[in-house]
């Protein structure tokens, strides 16, 4: 019973098309993320809704587009797809931090290649 | 602004021995929460231990043990009789106490020698 799952797992693409990524938690929590992870194994944190309301939104291009229809979803749509989207997109989820260690729990990431 | 730094890129050990990865932090909050995740090569990061700053023991599970010292913003994770499931991306994380954000360490690629 998946905890955060993503779909799909692996995604290649051209470059200049549009794809989406679905993120979709079953444990309750209040808050969202959308984390880039590049070659070099750095993680960078996209974006972050916490009860569909963006409170996270770093320096990414407006390529990217995160949608959350409710708590439990957290989509990322991307427009106009450059070779260096290239990358694996992880989704994860928590507890607000009030309260609460704050600690994450992630899906098992979609990879993403733009050829 | 805090920071995170693992200062080892790859680290190695023989099975069954002992590794210590380290992690030090910046920050002028009193109070935050510390983390290490595991990212084994089937990709998904998993939370190998946590540590809240108000807590002076340090926090083990199992073979995972940290060296918390909050004087000198250190936060060391100490693997014991390594297995050959321990070979991951070790990731050191903080966050302070009332944001919602981590901020991670580069990682550190630990090895393990049958």
């Known amino acids: 019973d998946t905890a955060v799952s993503q779909t799909p797992k692996y995604l290649v693409t051209q470059m200049g098309n549009d794809k989406s990524i679905k993120c979709e938690q079953n444990?309750?929590?209040?808050?969202m993320y959308w984390y880039k992870q590049d070659s070099k194994k750095f993680l960078k944190i996209m974006f972050s809704?916490?009860?569909?309301?963006?409170?996270i939104n770093e320096t990414v291009p407006n390529r990217f587009s995160p949608k959350s229809p409710d708590k439990a979803h957290l989509n990322l749509h991307i427009n106009s797809l450059e070779l260096g989207d290239s990358a694996v997109y992880f989704c994860?989820?928590?507890?607000?931090?009030?309260?609460?260690?704050?600690?994450?729990?992630f899906g098992e990431g979609s990879r993403l290649t733009v050829l | 602004a805090q920071t995170v730094t693992q200062s080892q890129p790859e680290m190695s050990v023989q099975e069954a021995e002992t590794v210590t990865l380290s992690c030090t932090y910046d920050t002028s909050e009193s109070d935050y929460y510390l983390f290490w995740y595991k990212q084994p090569p089937s990709r998904q990061m998993i939370l190998v231990i946590r540590?809240?700053?108000?807590k002076q023991q340090n926090a083990t599970e199992n073979r995972f043990s940290v060296n918390f010292q909050k004087a000198a913003k250190s936060f060391s994770l100490k693997i014991s009789d390594s297995q050959l499931g321990d070979a991951a991306m070790y990731f050191c994380?903080?966050?302070?106490?009332?944001?919602?954000?981590?901020?991670w360490g580069a990682g550190t690629k630990l090895i393990i020698k049958p």
């Open positions: 809704y916490n009860n569909k309301e963006l409170i």
């Open positions: 994860a989820s928590s507890f607000v931090p009030v309260g609460s260690t704050g600690e994450l729990f």
């Open positions: 444990l309750g929590h209040d808050t």
């Open positions: 540590q809240e700053a108000y």
């Open positions: 994380a903080y966050r302070g106490g009332s944001n919602y954000q981590l901020i």
